[in-house]
């Protein structure tokens, strides 16, 4: 069974998992609908549209009823 020929050393263990904790940015893009920053590919939390169509009501707007 192969081994490591030489042990790691304690600085190049911990350059190596120092890497691992980089954060990505999120991706935000604008609204097509109501332009506010949100995340693609999901339906927009300030005016509740996704793909050009209302997938769901504005917090407090009064609710029709549900078909
Ligand atoms: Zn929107």
């Known amino acids: 069974m192969a081994t490591p020929e030489r042990r790691t050393t304690r600085s190049k263990r911990d350059m190596r998992r120092a890497n691992h904790q980089k954060v990505a ?3 935000i893009v604008a609204c097509a609908n109501c ?3 949100m995340v693609p590919h999901r339906v927009c939390d ?3 549209h996704y793909d050009g169509k209302e997938i769901k009501k504005k ?3 009064t609710e029709e009823a549900a078909g």
């Open 35 to 37: 332009g506010a920053m």
């Open 59 to 61: 917090k407090g707007a």
């Open 46 to 48: 300030a005016c509740g």
């Open 25 to 27: 940015a999120p991706t």
